[in-house]
Nanobody, 119 residues
Framework: QVQFVESGGGLVQPGESLRLSCAASGFIFRYYTMSWHRQAPGKERELVAS????????NYADSVKGRFTISRDDAKNTVYLQMNSLRPEDTAVYYCYANLNSPLRGDYWGKGTLVTVSS
């Protein structure tokens, strides 16, 4: 079945960096746009960044432009989120996501990885 396993979260101080990974399985990874979303306490889930097949196009939320970089390794079925210059407002659970076509049609989410930015 479709599965996403996120890793790389943790506790860091403001200004530091983290790299999140999302290992995917159960579908043809290279065919699909992949994205990272986050949900902070008491807030709705929001799109952070997305990357199209072969990495041709990337998009970022305004709040992370210039600080975060999304990338993918289709040989490893893995999407990454490099997060630099982290701020306390980046504190959230970060989720991997894809919307798949038939026969696996639907929205698929990972279980998330917690990022805490605090001094």
């Amino acid at each position: 079945q479709v599965q996403f396993v996120e890793s790389g979260g943790g506790l860091v101080q403001p200004g530091e960096s983290l790299r999140l990974s999302c290992a995917a399985s159960g579908f043809i990874f290279r065919y699909y746009t992949m994205s990272w979303h986050r949900q902070a306490p008491g807030k709705e889930r929001e799109l952070v960044a997305s990357i199209t097949p072969a990495g041709r196009t990337t998009n970022y939320a305004d709040s992370v432009k210039g600080r975060f970089t999304i990338s993918r390794d289709d040989a490893k079925n893995t999407v990454y989120l490099q997060m630099n210059s982290l701020r306390p407002e980046d504190t959230a659970v970060y989720y991997c996501y894809a919307n798949l076509n038939s026969p696996l049609r639907g929205d698929y989410w990972g279980k998330g990885t917690l990022v805490t930015v605090s001094s």
